[in-house]
């Protein structure tokens, strides 16, 4: 079992960036492979970037790539998000995720691939 707690998002103008941080409760957080994904209003749950169970394999969403960057911590149990340039279409409820994987070098793009969930931080970017 693992609990996944996100930090707190908050409201950011358009251009600025913003770290997001989930801190993975027990000892075996380098057992998981860790995502983040996204939900604005009104649209579906999309998928933000992956990283594998070392951190040494990573991947983000095409339209994100070189704006957005996953990285961890495993000695903190924490795994990060850094968003830049921050657009207004950025706004959205963002999740960390959490699948037990095999494969120190496997990453995830699918929700439905993994097992547990934050609650959840909201991010505004205003224009």
């Known amino acids: 079992q693992v609990q996944l707690v996100e930090s707190r998002g908050g409201l950011v103008q358009a251009g600025g960036s913003l770290r997001l941080s989930c801190a993975a409760s027990g000892r075996t957080f380098s057992m998981y492979a860790m995502g983040w994904f996204r939900q604005a209003a009104g649209k579906e749950r999309e998928f933000v970037a992956a990283?594998?169970?070392?951190?040494?394999?990573?991947y983000c969403a095409p339209s994100l790539k070189g704006r957005f960057t996953i990285s961890r911590d495993n000695g903190k149990n924490t795994v990060y998000l850094q968003m830049n340039s921050l657009k207004p279409e950025d706004s959205a409820v963002y999740y960390c995720?959490?699948?037990?994987?095999?494969?120190?070098?496997?990453?995830?793009?699918?929700?439905?691939?993994?097992?547990?969930w934050g609650q959840g931080t909201p991010v505004t970017v205003s224009s």
């Open positions: 990283i594998s169970r070392s951190g040494g394999t990573t």
């Open positions: 995720a959490a699948k037990m994987a095999t494969y120190l070098s496997g990453y995830y793009s699918g929700g439905h691939e993994y097992d547990y």
